[in-house]
């Protein structure tokens, strides 16, 4: 019925678009993938499919044909319905998908939301290996859930040493053929505090000494509160794609799934928090969703989960 919406955004998440179209308002769900391509923009074009039940008529909306396309193909496979489909597609990009139908890697699919806790565990200890850089880099990100842009975008002064927490109040954004911006977080949500565990804030004082003597050694300067953490020789903030190239290295290096991206460490801080029994809305506050429903959308299975343990406790309960 509908082949694509053009129009303007006038409400935005990272589930769903409301597409101002000629005054009338379309309500599009949309996949982190499509999210990431339009979240910097006021108008956009959407490829869309659109779905009737008895109980609901709903639209989703992609950046490419070639996204729609592979939806179009997980929704025909028995048992992948729309929202499972658009999980798939937040996790994995379209090529990377496509390779994953290719071989018939249902394992990767398996793993949608995050690393599983073992893989986890593999990928700390690769960080290890790794220059101190890196290593606090991909560590804070696991811990503490943030963007990659978000991480790119700490200042030293952001850091509470005493309270252990992170002030996350901007973004480091990469736009196509542009340079890197630094820009405040869209919504209120996202300005947000983390919390770090006394090894994170060992590992942050180990790297903010190594930075200490780079600076000394190279310009005879001492780190300011102002400066990024993950800085350029220019003072700039490091560009989010430097971490993403090298992330892939390391995933090569060391044997480990070349699915998987930074993106994913988010998601398996966000899996093992729910897994530990943490509730939507401080998931949700941690993550920087806007609502608590934003994040029960995305990590619907986790929360499932949770749900059955926790009927399965009651029936031990009370002999039922």
Same mark, same amino acid.
């Not at 300011?224 to 971490?243: I, V």
């Not at 290096?253 to 943490?278: F, W």
């Not at 609502?291 to 995305?298: C, N, Y």
């Given at each position: 019925?509908?082949?694509?919406? %053009?129009?303007?955004? &006038?409400?935005?998440?990272?589930?769903?678009?409301?597409?101002?179209? /000629?005054?009338?308002?379309?309500?599009?769900?949309?996949?982190?993938?499509?999210?990431?391509?339009?979240?910097?923009?006021?108008?956009?074009?959407?490829?869309?499919?659109?779905?009737?039940?008895?109980?609901?008529?709903?639209?989703?909306?992609?950046?490419? =044909?070639?996204?729609?396309?592979?939806?179009?193909?997980?929704?025909?496979? &028995? /048992?992948?319905?729309?929202?499972?489909?658009?999980?798939?597609?937040?996790?994995?990009?379209?090529?990377?998908? *496509?390779?994953?139908?290719?071989?018939?890697?249902?394992?990767?699919?398996?793993?949608?939301? /995050?690393?599983?806790?073992?893989?986890?565990?593999?990928?700390? @200890?690769?960080?290890?290996?790794?220059?101190?850089?890196?290593?606090?880099?991909?560590?804070?990100?696991?811990?503490?859930?943030?963007?990659?842009?978000?991480? !790119?975008?700490?200042?030293? &002064?952001?850091?509470?040493?005493?309270?252990?927490?992170?002030?996350?109040?901007?973004?480091?954004? =990469?736009? &196509?053929? *542009?340079?890197?911006?630094?820009?405040?977080? #869209?919504?209120?949500?996202?300005?947000? +505090?983390?919390?770090?565990? #006394?090894? +994170? !804030?060992?590992?942050?004082?180990?790297?903010?000494?190594?930075?200490?003597?780079?600076?000394?050694?190279?310009?005879?300067?001492?780190?300011?509160?102002?400066?990024?953490?993950?800085?350029?020789?220019?003072?700039?903030?490091?560009?989010? !794609?430097?971490?993403?190239?090298?992330?892939?290295?390391?995933?090569?290096?060391?044997?480990?799934?070349?699915?998987? %991206?930074?993106?994913?460490?988010?998601?398996?801080? @966000?899996?093992?928090?729910?897994?530990?029994?943490?509730?939507?809305?401080?998931?949700?506050?941690?993550?920087?969703?806007?609502?608590?429903?934003?994040?029960?959308?995305?990590?619907?299975?986790?929360?499932?989960?949770?749900?059955?343990?926790?009927?399965?406790?009651?029936?031990?309960?009370?002999?039922?």
């Amino acid at each position: 019925m509908y082949e694509y919406l %053009s129009g303007t955004i &006038s409400e935005l998440a990272p589930t769903h678009v409301v597409l101002d179209v /000629g005054g009338v308002g379309y309500f599009i769900q949309i996949s982190l993938q499509t999210y990431s391509e339009i979240e910097h923009s006021d108008r956009v074009k959407l490829f869309v499919h659109y779905v009737v039940r008895e109980d609901a008529q709903l639209l989703y909306g992609f950046a490419s =044909k070639a996204e729609r396309e592979l939806f179009r193909h997980l929704i025909s496979v &028995s /048992g992948v319905g729309g929202n499972t489909a658009r999980m798939i597609l937040s996790t994995y990009s379209p090529r990377e998908l *496509q390779g994953i139908i290719a071989t018939e890697n249902a394992v990767l699919l398996k793993n949608v939301k /995050g690393l599983g806790l073992k893989t986890a565990q593999k990928i700390i @200890a690769a960080l290890e290996g790794e220059s101190i850089k890196y290593e606090t880099y991909f560590k804070l990100v696991l811990a503490t859930g943030l963007r990659r842009g978000e991480a !790119c975008g700490l200042k030293w &002064s952001d850091i509470n040493w005493r309270k252990r927490t992170i002030h996350v109040q901007r973004g480091v954004v =990469k736009l &196509s053929h *542009q340079e890197s911006i630094t820009k405040d977080p #869209k919504t209120s949500s996202g300005d947000r +505090m983390v919390y770090l565990s #006394k090894e +994170m !804030c060992q590992l942050l004082k180990a790297w903010h000494k190594e930075c200490e003597w780079d600076r000394q050694q190279t310009a005879n300067e001492t780190v300011s509160e102002d400066d990024y953490l993950f800085r350029q020789p220019n003072g700039k903030p490091m560009n989010p !794609c430097t971490f993403t190239y090298r992330f892939k290295l390391i995933l090569k290096a060391n044997n480990l799934p070349l699915d998987l %991206s930074v993106h994913s460490l988010r998601h398996t801080n @966000a899996s093992l928090l729910i897994a530990q029994g943490v509730d939507v809305r401080t998931v949700a506050s941690l993550l920087g969703h806007a609502q608590a429903s934003t994040t029960l959308d995305i990590y619907a299975h986790a929360f499932d989960k949770n749900k059955r343990k926790a009927q399965e406790k009651l029936g031990k309960a009370i002999g039922l």
